[in-house]
């Protein structure tokens, strides 16, 4: 990614490599509150993706035992029917490496990570690659099992290699799987880095933050988890190009002047500890319950996402009328008809499992693409317009080719 610092940088060109290749098409602009970057094709290819929920099921009919709500309310509302929720006590088998590198397999409770792993499995054995072959590891999440973050442990217990494998956490809400695919991307592109293949997870569970005395947002949300194995294509230079597939287009925002609208602060307990003198008074960690005002975000989703799809299309040189399928974060099916109406495309293109999973925040992409790729809805070479948006404000869209 390139990022230019300030308007004379942009003017005259001037810029600076953060972290990873530089590329050519690649635009960024900063403003004091709103961060965008958007370009076209990166030589990278989806080739893999897997996904897992929870066992236990929370329908719109027992949420009607907790609050004065109805299953015909959440179903017109949102289309939502159903979610997954993570109770912690059920278990699964998960196969770690041991210390001296043998495979131990392991009933543990279900949490995050074990979701996680399953996603990660299921995508790698899609793609035909190995753990072992795995460069980076990025797990978009706000909802982690372990605040310093779930990506290093996935990655040890599927078997990546720790003397060649990055891995670490991402946090952008429910853009965040978009942002870490497109993350990933940056490393996957081009010469020079040798990075080759990425593990991109969306993984959340935010029913741990939701307040579930506001029936505005409990009835929204559940867990999940979703990962895409992303394989470098090399140099589309190359006679044998790959680049008739791969990411052909994004754009990234976020706007903090939102960041009230959905938020889930930090909010420690005062405890007094006795340095010398009059003693510091620090805070036990926790963070408050979820808040959202869901018709302000309702209307920034509406706004946003189809002006940024049309910003991904035409970095990627697509029409509307060449999408295959549209793929919007699952948060509302009112959203993605309003979306699906203001781009002109008619909802049969709308891939939606929205109404059995609810708002899966980070996981919700890779979760619904993953059903629609394996009962063969989508296909080698498709073309699927993605977008996210949520907490931060952030919203993002890719353009994928899949295959
Ligand atoms: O991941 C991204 C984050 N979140 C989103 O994308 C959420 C975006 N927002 C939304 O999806 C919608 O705004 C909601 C589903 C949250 C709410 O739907 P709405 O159509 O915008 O409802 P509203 O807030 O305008 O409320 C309409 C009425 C209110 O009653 P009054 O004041 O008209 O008497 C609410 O109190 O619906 C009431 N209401 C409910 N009634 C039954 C709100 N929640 C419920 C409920 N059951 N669960």
Redesign the pocket.
């Known amino acids: 990614m390139k990022f230019l610092l300030g308007s004379f940088a942009l003017l005259s060109g001037t810029t600076t490599t953060a972290f990873s290749p530089v590329q050519s098409n690649t635009n960024v602009i900063r403003s004091p509150s709103q961060l965008a970057a958007s370009g076209g094709k990166m030589s990278v290819r989806p080739i893999g993706i897997g996904s897992a929920a929870p066992s236990t099921l929370i329908t719109n009919i027992d949420?009607e035992s907790v609050?004065?709500?109805?299953d015909e309310?959440?179903q017109t509302?949102?289309g939502i029917s159903e979610r997954r929720v993570l109770v912690h006590d059920g278990t699964r088998s998960v196969i770690h490496a041991s210390a001296d590198g043998t495979k131990v397999d392991s009933e543990v409770n279900e949490n995050l990570r074990t979701l996680g792993i399953e996603a990660a499995k299921d995508a790698l054995a899609m793609s035909g690659i190995s753990a072992s072959d795995i460069d980076l590891v990025i797990c978009a999440t706000s909802s982690p099992d372990d605040l310093f973050g779930d990506a290093p442990s996935i990655a040890h217990a599927i078997g990546c290699d720790s003397s060649k494998c990055a891995a670490f956490d991402l946090t952008a809400?429910?853009s965040g799987f978009l942002f870490g695919i497109i993350t990933a991307a940056q490393f996957l592109n081009g010469q020079g880095n040798g990075a080759k293949n990425a593990l991109v997870l969306g993984a959340d569970a935010l029913t741990r933050w939701v307040d579930w005395e506001d029936?505005?947002?409990?009835?929204?949300?559940g867990e999940g988890a979703g990962a895409m194995v992303l394989k470098s294509s090399g140099d589309f230079a190359e006679p044998d190009s790959d680049e008739e597939y791969g990411i052909l287009g994004y754009a990234m925002h976020s706007n903090g002047g939102g960041y009230m609208d959905?938020k889930c602060n930090y909010r420690g307990e005062p405890k007094k500890i006795s340095t010398p003198g009059e003693g510091i008074v620090v805070h036990d960690g926790s963070y408050d319950m979820m808040t959202?005002n869901?018709?302000?975000?309702?209307s920034f989703?509406t706004r946003e996402v189809p002006t940024v799809l049309d910003e991904a299309l035409k970095q990627a040189g697509i029409s509307v009328e060449e999408v295959d399928h549209l793929l919007l974060?699952q948060?509302?099916i009112?959203?993605m008809e309003t979306v699906a109406n203001r781009l002109g495309i008619p909802m049969e293109k709308v891939i939606t499992n929205l109404y059995k999973y609810g708002?899966t925040?980070a996981a919700?992409i890779p979760l619904a693409l993953d059903e629609a790729v394996r009962t063969g809805r989508v296909k080698k070479g498709d073309v699927i317009a993605c977008a996210g948006?949520?907490?931060g404000l952030s919203w993002g869209a890719a353009i994928l080719k899949w295959g």
């Open positions: 949420l609050h004065d709500t109805s309310w959440i509302r949102t809400a429910c029936r505005n947002s409990c009835i929204l949300f959905l959202m869901g018709r302000k975000v309702y989703a974060h948060a509302n009112r959203i708002n925040s919700s948006f949520g907490a």
